[in-house]
């Protein structure tokens, strides 16, 4: 019963740097999403994915990309870290009785 | 572009007694309301929703409102209780130009509640 996992929980990153946040789940939902927390801020949309090989851009997916080979898998890509990059990122997944999230990924940009 | 907003950043009650949280938004499109409740270091729980075809949902000590006319929603929480004290989230969803909705969620900023035994 993990339901969202995501990985890593901590990461600090230099400017310029890529990483990839990861995000699995295993309760076969067809909808996921990625989503960013800044400080006293609401959570804003990044990606989303219907379905493997299905994704679209959210509100703010500037800087990001991101894939779904797979139903259960939905990694996030940071190609050029950058301090407004900075953030708490949410992965998520939604059956018809709700949503689930992870634990969130606190990523500095130094 | 706010289109969900909390206005209130925090909100201290005293154990028993009612929370009340304000939800305002300006999209008349969304059609579903959503209340997420956030510990520090996890990621946000459900907790309770209300479609815009009803006025009210309730669930145990959690009871939504929704006033359309208004745009505005709140979250009531009766007796409120310590464990109730976390950040309180309102998200909106609204349906594709095509009816379709792919739950696409737009929240608020949040609200910290701080229940004092």
């Known amino acids: 019963n993990a339901g969202v996992t995501q990985t890593p929980k901590f990461r600090i990153l230099k400017i310029g740097q890529s990483m990839t946040l990861q995000c699995t789940q295993d309760?076969?939902?067809?909808?996921m999403y990625w989503y960013r927390q800044d400080p006293g801020m609401g959570l804003k949309l990044i990606y989303y994915s219907v379905g493997a090989g299905i994704t679209d851009k959210g509100e703010v997916p500037n800087g990001y990309n991101v894939s779904r080979s797979t139903t259960e898998d939905f990694p996030l890509r940071l190609e050029l870290a950058a301090p407004s990059q900075t953030s708490v990122y949410f992965c998520?997944?939604?059956?018809?009785?709700?949503?689930?999230f992870g634990s969130g990924t606190r990523l500095t940009v130094v | 572009d706010q289109q969900v907003k909390q206005n209130s950043p925090s909100l201290s009650v005293q154990e028993g007694r009612i929370s009340i949280l304000n939800c305002d938004y300006t999209?008349?499109?969304?059609?579903?309301f959503l209340w997420y409740k956030k510990y520090p270091a996890e990621g946000p729980t459900f907790l309770i929703s209300i479609s815009s075809i009803k006025d009210k949902n309730e669930d145990g000590r959690f009871t939504v409102f929704l006033n359309k006319s208004a745009k505005h929603l709140s979250l009531h929480i009766v007796p409120s209780q310590p464990g109730d004290s976390a950040v309180y989230f309102c998200a909106a969803s609204a349906p594709n130009a095509g009816g379709t909705s792919y739950g696409k969620l737009t929240f608020g900023q949040g609200t910290i509640l701080t229940v004092h035994p």
């Open positions: 309760m076969n939902h067809n909808y």
């Open positions: 998520a997944s939604r059956s018809n009785y709700g949503y689930t």
């Open positions: 999209n008349s499109m969304f059609d579903y």
